[in-house]
């Protein structure tokens, strides 16, 4: 079973109650754990949730988030790297006027290496790079 991608929006939908599609991504992690489907993030994703977290007044969950990331043994922590980060600059260069994030860009490349075509997420930029949105 290929594994899904969670990305910065699938974390705040995930970890946030007040998120209108909290319960959808209960769900499809529920659905995930069942189907023994692995889950992949990226230390960047890590980081830009964290901030996104703090910055919403969502911080009450911050410890939830790092501990989940530390304990999960169906979610693999995927540096980005230098060998990565270089090819992300290249492909924000070539495609910056899609309005991608350089996280996104670094999500994009580690999903096509890895073969991914699902993310946790409701940000359309992962539709329009190719992916399929789960949220």
Request: with cysteine; hydrophobic share 40%.
């Amino acid at each position: 079973m290929k594994p899904v991608f969670i990305d910065t929006a699938g974390w705040a939908c995930l970890l946030d109650r007040r998120q209108a599609k909290h319960g959808g991504a209960v769900r499809l992690m529920a659905e995930c754990a069942q189907l023994r489907r692995p889950l992949v993030t990226t230390d960047y994703v890590v980081d830009e949730t964290a901030t996104l977290l703090v910055a919403r007044r969502a911080g009450g969950v911050l410890g939830e988030f790092f501990e989940l990331i530390g304990r999960s043994s169906a979610l693999t922590l995927t540096p980005v790297g230098p060998g990565r980060f270089r090819e992300a600059c290249g492909y924000l260069l070539k495609h910056r006027d899609q309005g991608y994030s350089f996280t996104d860009v670094t999500s994009f490349i580690i999903m096509r290496e890895l073969g991914m075509s699902d993310a946790l997420t409701e940000d359309r930029h992962f539709e329009q790079a190719g992916f399929r949105c789960l949220l």
